[in-house]
């Protein structure tokens, strides 16, 4: 099992800019999150998907969007990309409630 | 005031030590406590998880939980190299299927 994917690993966008980070999870897990990760901030949840065809915010969803496209996939999209957009994003699934969340490697995103 | 608050750190050690990592919150909902280990560049995994006032062990590692402080700590006893990592505290309520995050705490343990 290779658990939970993301693509791609890195990137560099600039402002105005945007794209599509994709994580698949094949854990058959109910919920799938986003997360962005800074120096100082921790993890702040952008979006979350409790099932299959329900998605909602987080603490930071301003200048996001997420498709959760099926069970195993769900997809952050950024439309306009600005520099403050600029973090580590991590992709989690669990079962959901308090069941263990599993982290994908992350995406490194640098915005000019 | 942040929800949960966590000294970033680093904490550097020798080798053997015994580390101490805390963390405070500042809703009395939360109910659930677990520690995140996340090694440099890859993503958090759970190290330990438990919703009860008191001590939980897992071979080295052991989480306090004292609610009436509203005060969490994670004590590695006889740390290795191999522990050098960012560790999270994350707190979740009932309600809620969210978990909110410290900050992290570097800990560099030395050969």
């Known amino acids: 099992n290779a658990g939970v994917t993301q693509t791609p690993k890195f990137q560099v966008l600039k402002t105005g800019q945007s794209m599509t980070l994709q994580c698949a999870q094949d854990?058959?897990?109910?919920?799938m999150y986003w997360y962005r990760q800074d120096p100082g901030m921790g993890l702040r949840l952008i979006y979350y998907s409790a099932s299959e065809g329900t998605t909602d915010k987080g603490e930071v969803p301003n200048g996001y969007n997420v498709s959760r496209l099926n069970k195993r996939e769900f997809s952050l999209r950024l439309e306009s990309a600005a520099p403050s957009q600029t973090s580590v994003y991590f992709c989690?699934?669990?079962?959901?409630?308090?069941?263990?969340?599993?982290f994908g490697p992350g995406t490194r995103l640098t915005v000019t | 005031q942040k929800e949960v608050e966590q000294d970033p750190g680093p904490l550097s050690v020798p080798e053997g030590a015994i580390v101490s990592l805390n963390c405070t919150y500042s809703?009395?909902?939360?109910?659930?406590f677990m520690w995140y280990r996340q090694y440099s560049r890859k993503g958090p995994e759970l190290l330990m998880y438990t919703y009860s006032s008191g001590n939980k062990e897992d071979g080295r590692f052991t989480a306090q939980v004292d609610k009436s402080s509203k005060y969490i700590s994670l004590f590695i006893r006889d740390s290795q190299p191999s522990d050098s990592a960012t560790y999270l505290c994350?707190?979740?309520?009932?309600?809620?299927?969210?978990?909110?995050f410290g900050t992290g705490t570097r800990l560099l343990v030395s050969p």
């Open positions: 994350a707190i979740c309520d009932t309600g809620f299927q969210k978990l909110v």
């Open positions: 809703n009395s909902a939360f109910q659930y």
């Open positions: 989690a699934s669990s079962d959901g409630g308090l069941s263990e969340q599993y």
């Open positions: 854990m058959n897990h109910n919920s």
